[in-house]
Each structure stands twice: as structure tokens, then as C-alpha cells.
């Protein structure tokens, strides 16, 4: 798709990169044109031109909404830095690792494919979709998703929390797990990783936090039990290790202590998903072995 070039379209002028290469030479601002093109639909197609000066081809996200074009553009630098330290960016990968905040409690992942475009202008562009998606799948959602709850965990004000967790929430709320997804895990693992659940449950939690915060604890308590029924296998494990450690008094550990974990599947999960949480190991939740790191890339 060709597209006009005009001061809305890029993300720095010539003389605004320029400054940037030569005052920071490692940064991607520098190197590459960043164009934002509105879509026939209201939502933005956000690309790269000239990452070939890294050896790398040209990225894109497609379907992004207007509020999340900044988002992107993070989110954008940081897989281009990524890439560029692996030395490499192939179609058909997958890229890993913390693209949006210094200390998030979660890995990202995202899959690299071929842009269906066929312009001349465009033609070297992998299009950056959710982990494991065709690039039909457009819109990165789990993506940002997980971009929103890594800023959403260090955001102070709780009422700004709570706004930033309940975008994320609409960007992608999550699935319903099985009822043993989560049970073995180990905080040091990436298996819940893969799909961004970690993210995903971190939002639920900010969440809470944020309306425990405004001492809206009924709605906080609704959330709570939304992400132990989104993932029991999870909340089992969590549930053992804060009896086991926490005693303090206050509404989140009390919370803990009493919930009934079946009880909360059978009233909040889907009909027919239902079912009993797994037995808690006797291992408990953050004593497993750490595996050895999959290989990820699979082209
Ligand atoms: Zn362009």
C-alpha cells in the first residue's frame, strides 16, 4: 500500500534523526523513518523504513488504535534493539524478551511474519503479530496487552492504574485456562510466558491493587476471583505459598486464607469448564527445578 509522506505520517523529521544519530548512535530513532498511516478502518499502520542499515528488514504493526500508536512505537524500539543484539530477524521467528519495562515481573514474546503487502515501498517488512498467529491475525493485542501491564504495575496512582488495567483488559481480558494450567509453576519459568498469561494475571492483580487502594474492595474481590478462575492451577499454587508465608491482616492475605478455590471455579468459570484444582505439590509453588530454555526460533 503506497501512502502520502507528510509530517503526520513520520514520527521525526530528517533534521530530528540526524541530531539523535549522531548523539546516540545505538538508538533505532535515529536509524530508521517511523511511519504511522491511518488504515480505511480509524486504526493505524505503524512501519519502519530502513532497518537494512542494521541488516535487519523492515518492521511493521498493523490494526493498532489511535491511543496505543504511542505503545508501538516502544514497543517497536525495543524489538528492534532486540533483534539487532541478536543479529538477526527472521520471518517466521519469534522474538523474546523485556520490550517494555526495566524490572517487569514477565518475558514477552511476539512471532515475525511476512507482510502481505506488495508495494514496492514495502515489499521487505515483517509484520510483528501475537506469539505464534498468522499475520492475518493484524493486531498484536496480547502484545500491548502485556505493554499495558508492565507500565500498569509501576503506575503510583491507583486511579490511573485502574484505567490502564481496564484498557488492557478490553485490549485482550485473557482466556480460561485448564483447570491445571499454572499448577508446577516456577516463578524463575517461562511457561506461562508463552501465551502472555503471566501478563495477563499481573494486570488482574494491578487491578485489585488499584481499587483495594480507593477501598473498593467488593470490586476487588470480583477481580480477584475472575483471575483465580481464569487460572486456578495458578491460584492454587499462589494460594499455598501466601498461607504458608503471609499471616498478615489485611484484605488481600485474609482474601487468600479463606477462598475456596472450587467454589469460585464452579460460580465463575464457563458452564461445562468447571471442574476440581489440582492437588497442591508437595514440592510447593517456586521449588521446582528451573528446564532448560527451549529453543524458540523456528525458522
Ligand atoms: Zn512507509
Known amino acids: 500500500m503506497r501512502h502520502p509522506i507528510t509530517t503526520d505520517t513520520r514520527l521525526a523529521g530528517t533534521a530530528a534523526r540526524l541530531y539523535r544519530r549522531l548523539f546516540r548512535p545505538d538508538d533505532p530513532h535515529g536509524w530508521a523513518d517511523y511511519h504511522c498511516v491511518e488504515q480505511p478502518d480509524g486504526n493505524f499502520w505503524i512501519h519502519t523504513h530502513g532497518l537494512g542499515r542494521w541488516r535487519l528488514p523492515d518492521l511493521e504493526f498493523t490494526g493498532v488504535p489511535h ?31 523485556v520490550f517494555s519495562a526495566p524490572g517487569q515481573n514477565f518475558l514477552q514474546l511476539a512471532t515475525l511474519r511476512p507482510a502481505p503487502r506488495g508495494d514496492s515501498e514495502h515489499w521487505n517488512t515483517l509484520r510483528i503479530v501475537d506469539w505464534d498467529q498468522p499475520a492475518e491475525s493484524g493486531f498484536a493485542a496480547r502484545l500491548f496487552a502485556s505493554h499495558i501491564a508492565a507500565w500498569a504495575e509501576l503506575a503510583g496512582d491507583p486511579i490511573q492504574k485502574e484505567v490502564m488495567c481496564r484498557r488492557a483488559l478490553v485490549i485482550f481480558p485473557g482466556h480460561f485456562l485448564e483447570m491445571t494450567a499454572g499448577a508446577d509453576i516456577d516463578p524463575r519459568d517461562a511457561d506461562l510466558t508463552d501465551l502472555q498469561y503471566r501478563a495477563n494475571l499481573s494486570i488482574y492483580l494491578s ?10 474492595v467488593t470490586e476487588a474481590i470480583g477481580y480477584l476471583e475472575e483471575a483465580i478462575a481464569r487460572c486456578p492451577g495458578w491460584a492454587q499454587a499462589f494460594r499455598g505459598w501466601l498461607v504458608a508465608n503471609y499471616r498478615r491482616n489485611d484484605a488481600f492475605i485474609n482474601f487468600w486464607h479463606a477462598a475456596d478455590i472450587s467454589e469460585i471455579c464452579a460460580r465463575c468459570r464457563p458452564a461445562g469448564m468447571a471442574g476440581s484444582p489440582p492437588e497442591q505439590k508437595a514440592t510447593g509453588f517456586g521449588r521446582k527445578k528451573r528446564k532448560p530454555q527451549r529453543a524458540r526460533r523456528s525458522a
Do not use: K, N, T
Open 67 to 97: 491511543d496505543m500508536c504511542s505503545h508501538a512505537h516502544q514497543l517497536m524500539f525495543a524489538i528492534i534493539e532486540s533483534c539487532r543484539d541478536a543479529g538477526a530477524a527472521h520471518a517466521d521467528g519469534d522474538v523474546e524478551g
Open 207 to 216: 487491578l485489585v491493587e488499584a481499587l483495594f487502594a480507593q477501598g473498593r
